[in-house]
């Protein structure tokens, strides 16, 4: 049964959750632990030999150090890149916290020591008319890793997650600056204002790579102990 569970989050869509997720995968191999890893929810998905598969579950896949089957890594895959709640009803399919749970609690029994979860879109993403995808971390008990994606804006949308998280009940094991704009005004100024006003550690900045490999993005980042 895993030790750990960590959930990725992001502060909007877009602002690198794979990249950042695939490095800690990465981080935690180098330093032992035995890794997994889970999209239960994507939408953006393409039709290949293996069914519908989503290339961020796919990334998750490859850096995880046990190997899964790619339906158990993204059991619920959508082809439009659109809000899921919205991609699953175009679809006939109903999505359910409780299901989503179910999908990660079913690797609860590998011999692993870290299962890695990736959410889709911001904290707040709609499943269906009434729940979100932060209940399944909710409902997992899940320590949160926020990825923040330095861009204008992003000091309210990271402040807004922050604030929904903890008023969730849910551990911050701490946040990323993932640098998707190099030149953002007063970056460095920016990074700043997040370490004073997030109590949580700053888990690593990452700046704006050619090189997206899990291992080159790992070297930027500090595993948190959970």
């Known amino acids: 049964m895993p030790k750990k569970w960590l959930f990725i989050t992001g502060t909007d869509t877009d602002v690198g959750k794979t990249v950042i997720a695939t490095g800690f995968l990465a981080a935690a191999n180098q330093a032992g632990l035995r890794t997994a ?3 239960p929810i994507s939408a953006g998905c393409e039709l290949t030999e293996q069914g519908m598969t989503n290339a961020d579950a796919l990334q998750l896949q490859a850096a ?14 959508l082809e439009p890149a659109i809000a899921p709640h919205i991609a699953a ?10 299901r989503l749970t179910g999908f990660c609690r079913g690797l609860s029994l590998l011999p692993v020591d870290l299962v890695v979860i990736e959410g889709a879109g911001g904290w707040r993403v709609p499943i269906n008319e009434r729940e979100t995808l932060a209940n399944v971390a909710c ?15 992003c000091l309210n949308h990271t402040l807004l997650t922050v604030e929904a ?13 993932n640098i998707i704009d190099p030149d953002m005004p007063r970056l460095n100024e920016n990074i700043d204002t997040l370490k004073q006003r997030i109590a ?3 888990l690593g900045i990452v700046p704006r790579l050619d090189d997206l490999s899990p291992q080159q993005v790992a070297s930027y980042l500090t595993v948190p102990e959970l």
């Open 139 to 153: 409902e997992l008990n899940c320590a949160v890793i926020v990825v923040v994606g330095m861009r204008l804006g």
């Open 89 to 98: 009803s175009e679809a006939g399919k109903r999505l359910t916290a409780s």
């Open 200 to 202: 949580e550690p700053c």
């Open 37 to 39: 890893a889970i999209k």
């Open 64 to 77: 995880a150090s046990h190997a899964l089957p790619y339906q158990q890594v993204n059991p619920v895959a």
């Open 165 to 177: 998280i903890r008023r969730d009940g849910l551990k911050i094991a701490g946040w990323v600056a």
